[in-house]
């Protein structure tokens, strides 16, 4: 028998915060502190405007809508998000940030509805409430059974890799080993220098730089706990040299190139997944509203890409819902635009999915 694949889903960033939290069962305080809005309803009001009214309270498998099935289907050995929010209930803002994201800990089965192995926090959000809202949010993922990377109560338990085991899976063979995700992030994403988890000090895994030393410590701490058959995937394409199997790329507001080096695969942004963007103007050229299903199948061991196949949504009235022909036709043509100079080709595949051709 053929030794099986490893699939793993991605996405972009889950954020059920400011609005998405209003119209969940257990809505927190609404109240904002920004220069645009000042109450999170603001934010419903501008999805409703702009593709109809929003049922109050939706259910909390609601914001995933389409996706579900789509991932009960493909049924990915290992799940992972971008938690991009505080967890809390929280009013004590962080100083200095024009924009900051909270939800109530009651509404954490939305989720827990995705089931997700492993939540990535190294981001720009998740102390929008204080090293208090940083507490609250580790306590309510760990309640809910929930894996972390990237932030915790010192820069030992920030900077270490969630272990996934790999299930076996009846129809697949045997079981490859672990998945070890590691999470980190940099100044330039937005996040506070301040924000750095020390040795006495909780945060994130903040990296001092865009380094080969800092590279390097990264993989080393990932290579140190590593056994025969773990992949490992972090969050910064400079890595791949260092010897890590996947880059998990957040934080971009729509999806960025798709890039295969010397066979493992590197998202260099995943765009948005969750959030409550809706009926905010500007750039509508990008396209936000459009979101990615990411789905990579690995081989075990060696890690590298056998397959890459994104499933198109859209976000309407803060729900993920199957998109038009037409607009997974411009999902194609402009994934495939921004990533032919990194070597890459994407094409429309069954199902309406998007595939990365392989051997271009």
């Known amino acids: 028998m053929a030794e099986r694949l490893l699939t793993l889903f991605a996405c972009g960033d889950v954020m059920p915060a400011r609005g998405l939290d209003q119209v969940l069962p257990y809505p927190g305080n609404p109240g904002l502190r920004e220069t645009y809005a000042r109450d999170a309803m603001t934010y419903v009001g501008l999805a409703e405007r702009a593709n109809g ?3 109050r309270p939706v259910s909390f498998s609601w914001p995933w809508g389409d996706a579900l099935p789509v991932l009960d289907a493909a049924q990915p050995d290992v799940r992972l998000i971008n938690l991009e929010t505080s967890v809390t209930r929280s009013a004590d803002f962080a100083p200095g940030k024009a924009v900051h994201y909270r939800m109530s800990p009651e509404n954490l089965p939305c989720v827990t509805a995705v089931r997700p192995d492993v939540c990535a926090l190294a981001n720009n959000h998740v102390l929008d409430f204080g090293r208090a809202g940083l507490a609250d949010t580790l306590r309510a993922l760990a309640r809910a059974g929930l894996a972390v990377a990237g932030a915790g109560q010192d820069s030992a338990s920030a900077s270490r890799a969630a272990a996934v085991p790999v299930p076996v899976h009846p129809d697949r063979g045997a079981a490859a080993g672990r998945v070890l995700v590691s999470s980190c992030g940099t100044t330039s994403s937005g996040i506070p220098p301040g924000w750095a988890a020390t040795v006495t000090r909780p945060g994130v895994n903040l990296l001092p730089g865009l380094s080969d030393a800092a590279a390097d410590a990264v993989a080393e701490r990932a290579g140190a706990v590593r056994q025969r058959g773990d992949l490992v995937v972090v969050s910064v394409h400079w890595l791949i040299d260092a010897g890590v199997d996947l880059i998990h790329g957040h934080s971009s507001h729509h999806p960025r190139p798709v890039e295969v080096y010397r066979g493992k695969l590197i998202l260099y ?27 990579a199948d690995l081989e075990p061991g060696t890690g590298r890409l056998a397959a890459l196949r994104m499933v198109p949504m859209q976000a309407r009235q803060m729900r993920l819902r199957h998109v038009s022909a037409a607009d997974r036709r411009w999902l194609a043509r402009t994934l495939d635009r921004i990533s032919r ?11 309406g999915a998007l595939e990365l051709v392989l051997g271009t």
Request: hydrophobic letters at 25%; one cysteine or more.
């Open 53 to 55: 009214p929003i049922p």
């Open 269 to 295: 942004g995943c765009g948005d997944c969750i959030d409550d963007y809706e009926g905010i103007s500007g750039h509508d050229e990008f396209r936000d509203d459009l979101r990615l299903l990411y789905f």
């Open 341 to 351: 100079p990194f070597g890459s080709r994407i094409e429309g595949g069954p199902g």
